[in-house]
T-cell receptor, first 114, second 111 residues
Framework: KAGVTQTPRYLIKTRGQQVTLSCSPI?????VSWYQQTPGQGLQFLFE???????NKGNFPGRFSGRQFSNSRSEMNVSTLELGDSALYLC?????????????FGEGSWLTVV | GQNIDQPTEMTATEGAIVQINCTYQ??????LFWYQQHAGEAPTFLSY??LDGLEEKGRFSSFLSRSKGYSYLLLKELQMKDSASYLC????????????WGLGTSLAVNP
């Protein structure tokens, strides 16, 4: 069974640009979550999607957005990039949303904003 | 508030045993996860504790005490490949079903 796949793995963007990251969950998984990981802040929850609906949202500005497609694939977008957006962006999938579901992470997308 | 504390760094010797602690203060509790993350890689699932007590999985064991807001991950017969960051996360269904993550403990295993 293929794991969670994220693309691109590495990218460099300039301040003010926008970026779209893609995530394909494990086959059969309907819940997709996005996290930002930085050395000082650890894993910060961005949002969770289930059946194309946003279920939860973290404390990030509106520049961060996401969506989920009918095949459960998900994308997240960051507009007007800032230097502080440089981070590892992790996507995680689970069979469903709710209590105690183990989440499985992808390898992540390393974003550097210069 | 919601808070999870883990030691930032630990060092141990190959073949030894190490215990990584995690304490939490959260408004609710439904379970606690442990994940392992090697540098530059994705976090991988290690364990999920819901009830008090020790759960053993090979060289790794995880303990939970809900009354004390405390968990630990026990790694036995340490190997060099166990050098990684270990993340503790609390699931609180009352917190909009979000996971609350600790900052992780970076474990270095020396020969």
């Amino acid at each position: 069974k293929a794991g969670v796949t994220q693309t691109p793995r590495y990218l460099i963007k300039t301040r003010g640009q926008q970026v779209t990251l893609s995530c394909s969950p494990i086959s059969g998984h309907r819940s997709v979550s996005w996290y930002q990981q930085t050395p000082g802040q650890g894993l910060q929850f961005l949002f969770e999607y289930f059946s194309e609906t946003q279920r939860n949202k973290g404390n990030f500005p509106g520049r961060f957005s996401g969506r989920q497609f009918s095949n459960s694939r998900s994308e997240m977008n960051v507009s007007t990039l800032e230097l502080g957006d440089s981070a590892l962006y992790l996507c995680a999938s689970s069979p469903s949303s709710g209590a105690g579901n183990t989440i499985y992470f992808g390898e992540g997308s390393w974003l550097t904003v210069v | 508030g919601q808070n999870i504390d883990q030691p930032t760094e630990m060092t141990a010797t190959e073949g030894a045993i190490v215990q990584i602690n995690c304490t939490y203060q959260t408004s609710g509790f439904n379970g606690l996860f442990w994940y392992q993350q090697h540098a530059g890689e994705a976090p991988t699932f290690l364990s999920y504790n819901v009830l008090d007590g020790l759960e053993e999985k090979g060289r790794f064991s995880s303990f939970l005490s809900r009354s004390k807001g405390y968990s630990y991950l026990l790694l036995k017969e340490l190997q060099m490949k166990d050098s990684a960051s270990y993340l503790c996360a609390v699931y609180n269904a009352g917190n909009n079903r979000k996971l609350i993550w600790g900052l992780g403990t970076s474990l270095a295993v020396n020969p």
